[in-house]
Nanobody, 120 residues
Framework: VQLQASGGGLVQTGDSLRLSCAFS????????MGWFRQASGKAREFVAS????????YYGDSVQGRFTVSRDVAKNTLYLQMNNLKPEDTAVYLC??????????????WGQGTQVTVSS
């Protein structure tokens, strides 16, 4: 499985941005998908996730109500719509995939990340 995140950039406070994560190498609909972020000098943080069928979504407290995770099975792509961005959202955003039958909660595959920088 390969994951390729894109869509990051430099934006201003209050702006919106949509990240994409292209999935390849297996059947996309067999994977729960997630977004994580890591700011410089900080631990990796959970941002959002979506189940393999797309029926349930989950969000970290800091992005709840501002970010929306979605998936397009026809395009094998995961999305993260980010609205009302704040400087504290600045980080490298990574997408990850978890095979639906995996035991435990760890993600099996990780993308390389895309940088999001929000200026004040």
């Amino acid at each position: 499985v390969q994951l390729q995140a894109s869509g990051g950039g430099l934006v201003q406070t209050g702006d919106s941005l949509r990240l994409s994560c292209a999935f390849s190498g297996d059947i996309f609909s067999n994977y729960n998908m997630g977004w994580f972020r890591q700011a410089s000098g900080k631990a990796r943080e959970f941002v959002a996730s979506i189940t393999y069928r797309g029926t349930s979504t989950y969000y970290g407290d800091s992005v709840q109500g501002r970010f929306t995770v979605s998936r397009d099975v026809a395009k094998n792509t995961l999305y993260l719509q980010m609205n009302n961005l704040k400087p504290e959202d600045t980080a490298v955003y990574l997408c990850a995939g978890q095979w639906r039958y995996s035991p435990g909660i760890d993600y099996n595959y990780w993308g390389q990340g895309t940088q999001v920088t929000v200026s004040s």
